[in-house]
Nanobody, 122 residues
Framework: QVQLVESGGGLVQAGGSLRLSCAAS????????MAWFRQAPGKEREFVAAISRLGSYTYYADSVKGRFTISRDNAKNTLYLQMNSLEPEDTAVYLC???????????????WGQGTQVTVSS
């Protein structure tokens, strides 16, 4: 089992940048593929990006490709999301998630964080 805690959200102007972090508990962080999702008010949760267990592979939603970068530091049990060129449409609660198993990108995620709010003003 793994517990996930996101941080780094906040208010930023359009065109700005933020870096989100997701700290994971336990010694088995490197056995999980990880991902970021987001959920805006009144909308369904949306996939943002995923990264394989050792960081060799990444996968992005078309809406963030070229602007967001997912990465991980297994020595620090931490997942990151670097967000550049932010747009008002990126405003949402951002959640990290962990998936066990070997498939990539994962179809299901067993563990979720509580989320961190990102607000982009125009």
């Amino acid at each position: 089992q793994v517990q996930l805690v996101e941080s780094g959200g906040g208010l930023v102007q359009a065109g700005g940048s933020l870096r989100l972090s997701c700290a994971a508990s336990g010694r088995t962080f490197s056995t999980y593929a990880m991902a970021w999702f987001r959920q805006a008010p009144g909308k369904e949760r949306e996939f943002v990006a995923a990264i394989s267990r050792l960081g060799s592979y990444t996968y992005y939603a078309d809406s963030v490709k070229g602007r967001f970068t997912i990465s991980r530091d297994n020595a620090k049990n931490t997942l990151y999301l670097q967000m550049n060129s932010l747009e008002p449409e990126d405003t949402a609660v951002y959640l990290c998630a962990a998936a066990s198993g070997s498939s990539f990108p994962p179809a299901d995620y067993a563990y979720w964080g509580q989320g961190t709010q990102v607000t982009v003003s125009s």
